[in-house]
Every structure is written in structure tokens, then in C-alpha cells.
């Protein structure tokens, strides 16, 4: 058991840019979720993925976040045309079944200037 | 919909002293609740977990926390606070057959010496 593994651990790029995040799970671990975490605020749920679908969205993810588990192993997290409200913490979990706890990454800290 | 209230979004305690964070929860449909712990720049680490088994659970470095249906409440306590306790702890509710972690805004805990 490595852990829930993100790439990169900060990424700092200007506005208007796209983004691409990478998350990899707990090995065996059917389910992956998304989380953003803003200054002094807890973490808001984006979606959450079993094997290779996506089985919900959050009215936060927008249309210029875009999420991805081609092979239901690891999930990539596109932000396009970024904003300045896109700079957060991004968060990956993931957990073998619903009803076990979800083991989290230490996160991608996105800047935008 | 499910929300968690956590009071007091600052708690400073001596070393050696009680730790109590208080959590309260809104859930439609009986609740699975969640104590997670934050260092500076790292992902969550979970440290206890309630799924309608026993009221009382115990947790990882001594923490425990009380789930009262009649209060709506699920706070954690250590009896004895220990300085690498300093960090910021977050409490989060899931609903039953919905994976999805709401979580509070969080209280961060300072140890003073």
C-alpha cells in the first residue's frame, strides 16, 4: 500500500491556460474521487468515479473541468481556460468499496497568476 | 441534503489538557460520519469513522469521538493533548449508499506549551 499518489504536488500557471492533474489510487481501489479545498474552507466534492465510470458530478465542476479513468486505474483531472477562482487545493481519494473510509493524496496545489 | 456545522473555527488547549472539537451534522437518513486531521501542505489522514455501529469510536492517536442522534452531534475528544496534535481537523458527513463527503469548514488546533 503506497498511497494515493498526485502529480504534480504544485503546478503555478497563468490565466487562460489549461491544466492537467494526475491522480493515482490505492491499488485495487474501485472508487476515486475529486475534491477541491479553497483557503481556510473544507474540502467541496467534485466527482467520483467507479472503475471507469463517472457516477456523479458536482454543480462545481463546470464545463471547463473535464475528469477522466480511462482504465479505471488512475484519473486525470483537466481544468481549460483557467481562472483566477480556479487556484485551490485539488484533491484525490479513493477507497476500495462505499462504505470504507477514502485515503486521500497530499494534493495538487494549483496557482494561477 | 447533509451539512456539518463545526464550532469554533480556532482551538488552542495546553499541552496535556482535554482536546474538544465539536462537530454537528443535518443528514436526511442515518448518517455515516467521519473525523479527518490535515498537516500543512498534506492530503487528509482519517482518524476515526462512525457507521452505526458502536456510538462511542475510537480512533488513531488517541482520539475518540460520541455520535448522539438525539443532539445531531459527533464530537471528538483526547483526553490528554499532545503537541504533533496541532493541526486542522475536519468533520464530514456521507450519506447512506452515497459516497460523497461533505465536509465542515474545519477547526484548526493549537498546543500551547
Known amino acids: 500500500d503506497t498511497g494515493v499518489s498526485q502529480n504534480p504536488r504544485h503546478k503555478i500557471t497563468k490565466r487562460g491556460q489549461n491544466v492537467t492533474f494526475r491522480c493515482d489510487p490505492i491499488?485495487?481501489?474501485?472508487?476515486l474521487y475529486w475534491y477541491r479545498q479553497t483557503l481556510g474552507q473544507g474540502p467541496e466534492f467534485l466527482t467520483y468515479f467507479q472503475n471507469e465510470a463517472q457516477l456523479e458530478k458536482s454543480r462545481l465542476l463546470s464545463d471547463r473541468f473535464s475528469a477522466e479513468r480511462p482504465k479505471g486505474s488512475f484519473s486525470t483531472l483537466e481544468i481549460q481556460r483557467t481562472e483566477q477562482g480556479d487556484s485551490a487545493m485539488y484533491l484525490c481519494?479513493?477507497?476500495?468499496?462505499?462504505?470504507?473510509?477514502?485515503?486521500f493524496g497530499d494534493g495538487t496545489r494549483l496557482s494561477i497568476l | 441534503a447533509q451539512s456539518v456545522t463545526q464550532l469554533g473555527s480556532h482551538v488552542s488547549v495546553s499541552e496535556g489538557a482535554l482536546v474538544l472539537l465539536r462537530c454537528n451534522y443535518s443528514?436526511?437518513?442515518?448518517?455515516?460520519l467521519f473525523w479527518y486531521v490535515q498537516y500543512p501542505n498534506q492530503g487528509l489522514q482519517l482518524l476515526l469513522k462512525?457507521?452505526?455501529?458502536?456510538?462511542l469510536v475510537k480512533g488513531i492517536n488517541g482520539f475518540e469521538a460520541e455520535f448522539k442522534k438525539s443532539e445531531t452531534s459527533f464530537h471528538l475528544t483526547k483526553p490528554s493533548a499532545h503537541m504533533s496534535d496541532a493541526a486542522e481537523y475536519f468533520c464530514?458527513?456521507?450519506?447512506?449508499?452515497?459516497?460523497?463527503?461533505?465536509f465542515g469548514t474545519g477547526t484548526r488546533l493549537t498546543i500551547i506549551p
Open positions: 462512525y457507521t452505526s455501529a458502536a456510538t
Open positions: 491499488s485495487e481501489h474501485n472508487r
Open positions: 464530514a458527513v456521507s450519506e447512506r449508499g452515497n459516497e460523497k463527503l461533505t
Open positions: 481519494a479513493s477507497s476500495f468499496t462505499g462504505d470504507q473510509p477514502q485515503h
Open positions: 443528514s436526511s437518513v442515518p448518517p455515516y
